[in-house]
């Protein structure tokens, strides 16, 4: 078994000391792919952002076993206007600097190289040069990917990012993250409405809403096999 990267303990969430979700329990293997799925409003993006350590939790705890630095996030509205007049090579160069900056005219060479194996992974190298405002939704979205990827060592986390894509952006984005979680190890925890792209990329699923629960819970965690065969057990009665 491998070493987990995240465990999540007792966790209540919510807003203004209000639950919406509590008794979370679950734990991420370095090198897993988790999807988080659910209705709208069963507490997703609250989840995720708790994990982040953009909300903090009613009570409960989150522990990573690697500083947060080390952590890519890419939320459902990404603080980029799609219009912004940068091209893609300084976004996510940008990925290097602390937050509130932008871009620098030098980086290390510790961060050059970085940068470009961004790049390189989330198949941007062909546009780099190019305006983010005339990139297509999918190329927008990988570029946004790829500043995240600048400081995720360990892991990405990611909120709706396949989300307003049209299927073939959708299918590349999905290659990009399986081919990161394949190949390079890292850790995918992920908020989608897409259960069909869960059920066959991911290799965990967190479920809130309680369909696949046991009676009486609102929170399901364990393999994509364990979540479909209580889907089929469920359909069956």
């Given amino acids: 078994m491998n070493k987990p990267l995240l465990e999540v303990t007792d966790l209540c969430i919510g807003y203004d000391g209000k639950s919406i979700v509590d008794d979370i329990c679950f734990s991420v293997e370095i090198g897993a792919y988790l999807c988080i799925v659910g209705e709208n409003g069963t507490g997703k993006s609250t989840l995720l952002k708790t994990i982040s ?3 903090k939790p009613i009570y409960g705890t989150v522990h990573f076993a690697v500083p947060r630095c080390e952590i890519g996030y890419l939320p459902q509205q990404m603080a980029v206007r799609h ?3 940068a091209s893609a090579k300084e976004i996510i160069s940008s990925g290097a600097l602390s937050r509130g ?7 290390s060479k510790d961060e050059k190289e970085r940068i470009a194996w961004a790049c390189e992974k989330t198949g941007v190298v062909d546009f780099i040069g190019q305006s983010f405002s005339e990139l ?3 190329q927008q979205q990988r570029v946004l990917l790829a500043r995240a990827l600048v400081t995720a060592k360990n892991a990405v986390i990611l909120d709706e990012p396949t989300a307003g894509l049209d299927p073939e952006a959708v299918k590349e984005f999905y290659g990009v993250l399986t081919k990161l979680n394949d190949d390079e190890k890292i850790t995918i925890i992920m908020v989608t409405h897409d259960i069909e792209g869960a059920e066959k990329h991911a290799s965990h699923i967190v479920e809130l809403g309680g369909e696949r629960s046991d009676e009486g819970e609102d929170f399901f965690f364990g393999t994509v096999g364990n979540y479909i065969e209580r889907g089929r057990h469920n359909e069956c009665g």
């Fill in 53 to 55: 350590g953009l909300l």
């Fill in 136 to 138: 297509s939704g999918g």
């Fill in 83 to 85: 219009d912004f007049p």
């Fill in 101 to 107: 900056k932008w871009y620098r005219p030098f980086y």
